[in-house]
């Protein structure tokens, strides 16, 4: 065994960590400029590498220049395929097979070519952090980065050398399962903690023993999809794409992320992996991408129609921009796919193809160089194998260290919405802990569980027994759904048989925990819903409890993977925190805040609407000619709502002490185009606690040549004050910040006033202004 160079670093890494967010950047926290030059001075070999990859190249047959571009998963995977010099292996995470399997490629392959091993480490690998949507919840990038830190370090240890993440896919759509996977509704939120996780997972240099290689996915907009139905038409402007959806990968890109993933969905009529727009001439050569682009689980073959009759006879099939295999393979090249995932048209038609001069030698080549230098630059040539042997992986799994991280990251994701006074409770008094989310460490997990085990989990009711020094008692209330359609039951909690209990329970205790939600099926790939309700009569059950305990500290805890519609249950909970799916140490990190240890300082990274009827509701939207106006006629409202307000905006979050945010002052009132200017503010808790507070610059541009967003968040920063506390924070702004890109992909900075605000969420209305020359 080689010793595990473990990163005693991380902590400080951590606080060195560059935060500024290329294509756009509000300047957050500290900033080590030298951090990009060291990565790429670090890179001096690559003269070396691209010789070795062109010498490689030369020697490669058509063949296995196919089988190379190749990318199976494991239940299709054959030793043969691998003798025949296959590229790539996802979702294989047993580390003997994964030994054998390299050996197999780098012993019995003519050219010894080592296989890459990938698997979706989204937010943890064994030890499970919070989702995604959570982690964007704490506003705090080094949560990102711990979490994609500790992911790689598991994953590493079975032999595994890239990851399918960050998920940046910004999105508007909470119907879409798919929100739990990234940061949420804000495209500098998700740069900058898309940021923190290509660093967190590549490092310095991604072959060191415990880094694997990042894929920034899905590219692009795939959070966008109509209904918010999975997988479904995204139709949109230039300056959208551009404005919106692009930058989380341009960052992330900037950031040394070295593969990509297409996606699914179709842009404006184009699928993501049939995308010659996107993959070729964005990425590629506007960015400088050198790195290799896979595609999606079987989205090549995805490009051709289905047959008319009988569409079920051709699995995996339907963009309908291919008329058949051949097509598709031709396609998805040609436009810049560079490795196949789980189809195999690639490799079954390329030589057809290229006898046909419908796909090019060059643009074969191009693609394999593009897999072997990021082979090349992952160390896999010198250092093929895991750093263990296959039986210590599991020792490098759930690590006190990896499990405190967990902990921490799930108590700076949650965000308190309500409080009257309920919270923090008392680790002294008797503490029932009802709902069906109380006893579930399944559920706790997420939609991107990667290799958690239900078993890993510290359940909320075992969280709060622990920290309770009076008795804690249970009651389950009802079931929610772990099942898949088709069914009779999606949602769950359809019978009150157990409320009766859960009332009496819940009667005889002090104080009450009511843990309420989602399953972790709810959310994820292929998991939208069509509301945004608390599942079953989850509704009911909140109002019996409450109604039974006037008066009665009652913490609502909320586990979901999305923003749902509360207005009509709001007023019967005392107090709501939001908790999203924690990972592994809910229970902890729960009890931590109700109890007080952990004051919630997380703010919400989406929009949480009163009613479904309202999404997409979103608070970087554009203006309209009729501002919303609930008490007149022929403006932007609904008739139904007597409010144009969500429940809880975008950047919400309370706490257990009070901040003041004031003073906002600009460096000065005009700059050039080009220019610099920085806005200060400052903060201070004038509360009794000590806590955090997210502290947010927006931006408004009112007169441009396209309409611009009523609020675009440029800056943000999490601070921790004791009581009486001050700090002034400082944010940097530049034509990142106040220009835009315009429907021709141009990016324009126009002359003219810039309105700042500041405060703590998008409604903030602190504002001053500078004029752009
Ligand atoms: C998902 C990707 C994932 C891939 C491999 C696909 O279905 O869309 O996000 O990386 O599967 O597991």
């Not at 070795?52 to 299709?76: A, C, H, N, W, Y």
């Not at 490009?303 to 963009?319: A, K, T, W, Y």
């Not at 074969?364 to 250092?383: C, H, M, Q, T, Y």
């Not at 399944?442 to 920290?467: A, F, K, N, S, Y």
Request: proline letters at 6%; a negative charge; glycine letters at 10%.
């Amino acid at each position: 065994m080689r010793a595990s160079r473990l990163r005693a670093a991380i902590g400080a890494a951590v606080v060195a960590l560059t935060i500024g967010v290329a294509g756009g950047a509000g300047v957050i926290a500290q900033t080590d400029s030298n951090d990009e030059a060291e990565r790429r001075a670090d890179r001096q070999s690559d003269g070396d590498i691209e010789r070795r990859v062109d010498g490689l190249l030369s020697r490669m047959t058509l063949q296995e220049k196919l089988q190379q571009i190749t990318l199976l998963p494991d239940f299709k995977v054959t030793e043969d395929e691998v003798r025949r010099g296959l590229g790539a292996v996802l979702s294989e995470t047993n580390p003997e097979r994964i030994r054998e399997l390299q050996r197999i490629a780098v012993e019995e392959s003519r050219l010894g070519i080592p296989l890459l091993f990938a698997f979706d480490t989204i937010h943890g690998f064994r030890t499970v952090f919070p989702i995604p949507l959570g982690t964007g919840a704490s506003f705090d990038p080094d949560v990102a980065f711990e979490d994609a830190t500790y992911g790689a370090r598991e994953s590493a240890a079975v032999g595994l050398k890239q990851t399918y993440a960050p998920m940046v896919d910004v999105s508007h759509m909470a119907r879409w399962g798919r929100i739990a996977e990234a940061a949420g509704e804000d495209p500098f939120l998700n740069s900058v903690l898309g940021v923190a996780r290509v660093r967190g997972t590549q490092g310095r240099d991604y072959s060191d023993e415990e880094k694997l290689v990042a894929s920034p996915k899905h590219l692009v907009a795939y959070g966008q999809p109509e209904g918010g139905r999975d997988y479904n038409t995204t139709d949109m402007s230039e300056q959208r794409l551009r404005n919106f959806y692009l930058p989380p990968f341009k960052a992330a890109i900037e950031a040394g992320a070295d593969t990509a993933m297409c996606s699914f969905n179709a842009i404006n009529g184009v699928p993501g992996c049939g995308n010659h727009y996107t993959m070729t001439e964005i990425l590629k050569r506007e960015w400088g991408f050198d790195g290799f682009i896979e595609s999606d689980w079987t989205a090549v073959a995805e490009l051709r129609s289905c047959p008319p009759q009988n569409p079920s006879d051709v699995p995996e099939c339907g963009h309908g921009v291919a008329a058949d295999g051949p097509g598709a393979a031709a396609l998805a090249l040609n436009s810049g796919v560079d490795s196949e995932m789980t189809s195999t048209f690639f490799r079954d038609f390329g030589a057809q193809l290229l006898s046909e001069g419908r796909i090019s030698m060059s643009r074969i080549d191009d693609a394999v160089r593009r897999i072997l230098r990021v082979k090349f630059r992952a160390g896999l040539f010198e250092n093929p194998y895991a750093p263990y042997e296959p039986g210590e992986a599991e020792a490098q799994m759930l690590k006190p260290d990896a499990v405190a991280a967990a902990r921490k990251a799930a108590g700076r994701s949650m965000v308190l919405l309500k409080n009257e006074g309920a919270l923090p409770l008392d680790p002294n008094k008797s503490t029932a802990v009802i709902g069906p989310l109380a006893k579930n460490g399944h559920d706790m997990l997420g939609p991107w569980w990667g290799r958690g085990r239900d078993e890993d989990v510290v359940t909320v009711l075992d969280g709060i027994d622990q920290q309770n020094n009076a008795p804690t008692t249970y009651a389950e209330g009802c079931k929610v759904s772990n099942t898949e359609p088709p069914h009779t039951d999606p949602e769950g909690c359809q019978s009150d048989a157990g409320f009766g209990e859960a009332v009496a329970v819940a009667s005889a205790a002090e104080q009450v925990v009511l843990a309420v939600g989602e399953s972790r099926e709810m959310s994820g790939e292929a998991a939208s819903r069509s509301t945004l309700d608390l599942p079953g009569r989850q509704e009911e059950l909140i109002r019996q409890i409450r109604a039974a305990n006037p008066g009665k500290p009652i913490a609502v805890v909320l586990f979901s993977g999305r923003p749902l519609a509360l207005g009509d249950v709001i007023g019967d909970m005392p107090s709501l925190i939001q908790a999203w799916f924690p990972g592994v140490q809910a229970g902890p990190a729960v009890a931590d805040v109700v109890f007080g240890k952990v004051n919630p300082g997380g703010s919400l990274p989406v929009t949480f609407p009163r009613r479904l009827g309202q999404a997409p509701i979103y608070y970087n939207h554009e203006p309209t000619g009729r501002p919303c106006n609930p008490d007149a006629k022929f403006n932007s409202r609904y008739r139904d709502i007597p409010s144009c307000d969500p429940l809880f905006e975008f950047g919400y979050g309370l706490s257990y002490t009070s901040f003041e945010i004031s003073n906002l002052a600009l460096s000065s009132s005009s700059v050039s185009r080009s220019g610099r200017l920085t806005a200060s503010v400052q903060v201070t808790n004038t509360g009794s606690r000590r806590g955090d507070e997210v502290v947010q610059l927006y931006l408004h541009d009112p007169v441009a040549s396209i309409s611009q967003p009523v609020r675009r968040l440029r800056g943000f920063e999490r601070v921790t004050l004791d009581p009486g506390r001050s700090r002034t924070l400082r944010f940097t702004l530049d034509a990142s910040d106040f220009g835009f890109y315009d429907n021709s992909g141009r990016f324009v900075v126009e002359p003219g006033q810039i309105d700042v605000y500041a405060g703590d969420s998008s409604k903030a209305d602190m504002k001053q202004s500078f004029t752009v020359r």
